[in-house]
Each structure stands twice: as structure tokens, then as C-alpha cells.
């Protein structure tokens, strides 16, 4: 089989492993030669396109989700280190992509799978001298040998949970152990203290399949914001549930992707909102409503909270208004400084979502004119 062959199907291969949010899918592009390219932003706002690809699709891993499962009837294909290497390199050097995303199945154990995985970046980096970004996946039992040297080759490294907890990743992968498939999370901790978080610059971060275990969303994020506090992980990626033919779980629902987003949307609120995991609120079942986002719903079970004077009241307190997010209370923080914020169009020029805010704002001691939705609009 020829590159370009392979290229096209380990890349698609490669679609579960996320390395954009919610809506991976729908942001992914194909090139004139037909290889998937996803175009990410970055922490400092820049946009990479990356190839995204695995180094095989050869498992010996059964995972209840997996397309790539052991045993499962798909061709199976391998690219070698130098064989990647250098086709990253033509697509580099012909302008089409920007970066790496590689992870791989697990062939041989995990240790020969990091070898190989190792191997091609380092011929990316020392044969063709290739600067720019690289997502490296750690896989289930990594090393710490493994885990370090891919923090000193790689940008970003990760770890795929897939489910909150032991209980529930038994029961979509049951040859997998969450305590020794989250060790290597703590040990990316530990070296990148050590070094002053030289290693592996972007940080680290995890994915979620939501929905195939039967867990609440209360559980997912519960496991969440303990990785933020405890690993000091960069970011938490959320993938709702798909059926693939051929697998065991074939016939369960596919998760709904409204679910993907109110689990996207409270991750925010606790990494850029100053929300902890006990401000979120679920439903008796455990799980985030539908009917509205996270905030708003935490604002309409808090009504001693509101309405927010925003002339006077603190960056925390703003930050907790619906409709309004860190750019625009950045703004109205220093605007204010200039003269009173009387008008909902003073937090339209801010950026702001000024109807969805006005329920819960005054503005110079006046509450604006409103209405509230009953439900929010989303899409089945």
C-alpha cells in the first residue's frame, strides 16, 4: 500500500482522538490528495492545521467503542518511523499542514508502540529540523522513560481516560485499568514541575467517550475538575458516543451532541470562569439540563445572587452573569473607569450577549428591559 493510501486511513482512523472541541468533525478538512487535516487553535489564539494520524490501526486492545478494536474486521496498516517521518515532512514542506497529532494503537505492548510513536518524532525533529507544534499520545502503561522523552520532543502530550472511573471504564474496556492508565497523567505532573514546566510546554490533557458507560455528567465532570486541581491537566476533551458497526456496543443510542456541549460549556466555566465543580448544578439523574447553559441555569437557582450592579461589582462576580465572558468584563472593568455603563448597548460594544445578561444586571441602579426564554433553541 502506498503513503498516500495510508495516509488516508490511519487518518481516518484517527477521527476519535480529539484534538479540537465539540464539533471536531465538522472542522476537519480534506486536502486535494484527500488526507485529513484539522485546523486547531492554540492557547495564544494562533490556528494550526495538524495532521492528524495514527502510527497503526493494529490493536491489541478490545475496547467495547473502538473502531480499532482487536478483533474487529478492518484492514489493518502500519506506517514506520521513517516511512511517517518523511511523509509529514513533503506535506510540511508543500505548505499543507502545520503540525502533528499522533497517536497509534497498541501492538506489541505498550512499550514497543512508544518506541516507534518516539522514534518518528525524533526523525521529524533531528532529520528534518521541523520547529513547530506536535501532540503526542502516551498510551495505556507508557513508562516513565517513554513518558519523558516524549515531554522533551512534544509540545503537548495526553492520555485517554475515556471514562470518570474504574467502575465505568470496566465496563467499556474491560482489559484497561483506570489507576494504571491515569499513572502516567500524575508522572506529566511531577516532570513538568521538576523542570519548570519546560517539558511538554502546552500541557497535557484527557478525553472522554460520553455516554457508552452509563455515567452522569456529574461524574465525568467530578473527574474533571479533580485532574485540573490534582495533575494540573491543560484541557478536557468530550466526545459523545457514536455506534460503530462490528463492535459490542453497536446497539446502544447514539449519545446526543446537545450533551457534548453542556459538558463543553461547564468546562469553561472552570477553567476561565472562576466556577469550582460544586457551583455547577445537575438534575436528579446527575446530568447537566437541556433547556439552558450551565451559567444561566446556575444564575436561575441563585437568585440572591442577582441582579449584578455592573458599575461596581468585582471581575468575579460579573464573570458569573450569563452573557458575559472574560473579553467583554475585561472591557466594561475598564470602561467603567471612564464614566457609568447605563445602556445595554454600552455591553453590546463590549462584546457581550447583552439580552441574555439583562435579566441580571443593573445598569446605574436600573434594571434594563428583558425577556426570558423559557428554553433555550438547540438542534436535535
Not at 481516518?12 to 490528495?33: I, W, Y
Not at 485529513?36 to 492545521?49: E, F, L, Q
Not at 509540545?155 to 470496566?170: G, I, K, T, Y
Not at 474533571?224 to 478536557?236: I, M, N, P
Amino acid at each position: 500500500m502506498d503513503a498516500v493510501a495510508k495516509i488516508e486511513q490511519l487518518g481516518r482512523a484517527a477521527q476519535h482522538d480529539l484534538c479540537a472541541a465539540c464539533g471536531a468533525d465538522a472542522s476537519r478538512k480534506r486536502d486535494e490528495m484527500d488526507r485529513w487535516i484539522y485546523p486547531v487553535a492554540m492557547s495564544d489564539g494562533k490556528r494550526v492545521r495538524l495532521l492528524k494520524i495514527l502510527q497503526t490501526n493494529v490493536c491489541e486492545k478490545n475496547c467495547y467503542y473502538c473502531a480499532n478494536r482487536a478483533g474487529r474486521d478492518v484492514e489493518r496498516i502500519s506506517f514506520g518511523p521513517e516511512e511517517l517521518a518523511g511523509v509529514f515532512d513533503q506535506m510540511h514542506r508543500a505548505n499543507l499542514i502545520d503540525g502533528l497529532f499522533l497517536s497509534s494503537g497498541v501492538c506489541a505492548g505498550s512499550d514497543r508502540s512508544m518506541d516507534r510513536m518516539i522514534a518518528c518524532v525524533e526523525l521529524i525533529r533531528q532529520r528534518y529540523a521541523f520547529p513547530g507544534y506536535v501532540h503526542l499520545k502516551l498510551l495505556p502503561r507508557a513508562s516513565e522513560a517513554h513518558v519523558e522523552r516524549a515531554m522533551q520532543i512534544a509540545d503537548r502530550v495526553s492520555v485517554n481516560l475515556e471514562a470518570p472511573n474504574a467502575d465505568r471504564l470496566a465496563a467499556i474496556a474491560p482489559v484497561k485499568d483506570f489507576d494504571s492508565l491515569a499513572q502516567p497523567l500524575h508522572t506529566v505532573k511531577r516532570l513538568r514541575d521538576a523542570s519548570g514546566d519546560r517539558l511538554a510546554r502546552a500541557g497535557q490533557t484527557t478525553q472522554f467517550v460520553v455516554g457508552a458507560a452509563g455515567e452522569a455528567d456529574r461524574e465525568i465532570l467530578s473527574t474533571t475538575a479533580g485532574l485540573y486541581r490534582d495533575v494540573g491537566l491543560s484541557r478536557a476533551y468530550f466526545s459523545a458516543f457514536q455506534p460503530i458497526p462490528g463492535t459490542p456496543l453497536d446497539g446502544l443510542p447514539p449519545t446526543p451532541t446537545w450533551r457534548e456541549h453542556r459538558l463543553y460549556q461547564s468546562d469553561w466555566l472552570l477553567r476561565f470562569y472562576g466556577f469550582t465543580f460544586d457551583d455547577l448544578v445537575f438534575d436528579a439523574a446527575g446530568n447537566l439540563p437541556r433547556e439552558a447553559d450551565p451559567k444561566q441555569i446556575y444564575a436561575r437557582a441563585h437568585p440572591e445572587c442577582y441582579p449584578v450592579e455592573v458599575n461596581r461589582a468585582s471581575r468575579e462576580e460579573l464573570l458569573r452573569v450569563p452573557g458575559l465572558g472574560p473579553r467583554s468584563v475585561t472591557r466594561l472593568v475598564q470602561w467603567r473607569c471612564q464614566g457609568a455603563l447605563r445602556d445595554l448597548a454600552d455591553l453590546k460594544k463590549a462584546g457581550a450577549v447583552a439580552e441574555r445578561a439583562a435579566p441580571y444586571v443593573l445598569l446605574d441602579g436600573k434594571q434594563p428591559p428583558h425577556q426570558l426564554k423559557l428554553w433555550e433553541e438547540w438542534p436535535e
